[in-house]
């Protein structure tokens, strides 16, 4: 969690300002609605955002971006869109935990070790299902909802850089 320009596990390790003033935000919130809530996460970003609510207001995705374009922000929506549709855990293949990959890897390798090939061309059909398994799960690597034909990588490239992204759902 973040906040006043300093990083904390939990409300708990606030400073007593913030802590107030979160308090307060959610008994406000409880008066008005009448029920019983209970703060369990919260962000503050300063860069620049585009927040997509789909209809229904049961999702909700936030693109954390730095513009390259004047169209960041056009990109920045379809890419909240794709956030929303598509439920990405990871932004990219660098951000996948290595223990996660290293799985799936010793798990593909496995499965192929006894299918007599060579051990370059079972690295290589590994490498192919490494990215066909994580293409799913990686928003950069996803094909573009809006274009089946482009990865969302390939959409944003030189239009923003995305920072990171949340996607709510209720």
């Known amino acids: 969690m973040k906040t006043y320009g300093k990083d904390f596990a939990s409300l708990d390790d606030a400073d007593e300002e913030a802590r107030n003033k979160w308090t307060a935000l959610v008994h406000e919130v409880v008066g008005k609605i009448g029920e019983s809530i209970k703060l369990t996460d919260a962000f503050i970003r300063t860069e620049n955002a ?3 609510s789909h209809p229904g207001d049961k999702i909700a995705a936030i693109v954390y971006y730095k513009g390259l374009s004047d169209d960041a922000e056009s990109a920045a929506k379809n890419v909240a869109l794709q956030i929303a549709a598509m439920n990405p ?3 990219s293949m660098d951000s996948v935990p290595a223990e996660k ?3 799936a890897k010793e798990a593909i390798s496995a499965e192929l070790a006894s299918s007599g090939k060579p051990a370059d061309i079972i690295e290589k059909i590994v490498a192919g299902r490494l990215d066909k398994e994580f293409a799913d799960n990686v928003l ?7 274009d089946d034909s482009k990865r969302v990588k390939e959409f944003v490239n030189g239009k923003l850089e995305i920072t990171s992204f949340k996607r709510f759902a209720i």
Do not use: D, G, R, S
């Open 50 to 52: 585009f927040v997509y």
């Open 89 to 91: 855990e990871f932004l």
């Open 101 to 103: 990959v290293n799985a």
């Open 140 to 146: 950069l690597e996803q094909p573009a909802i809006w």
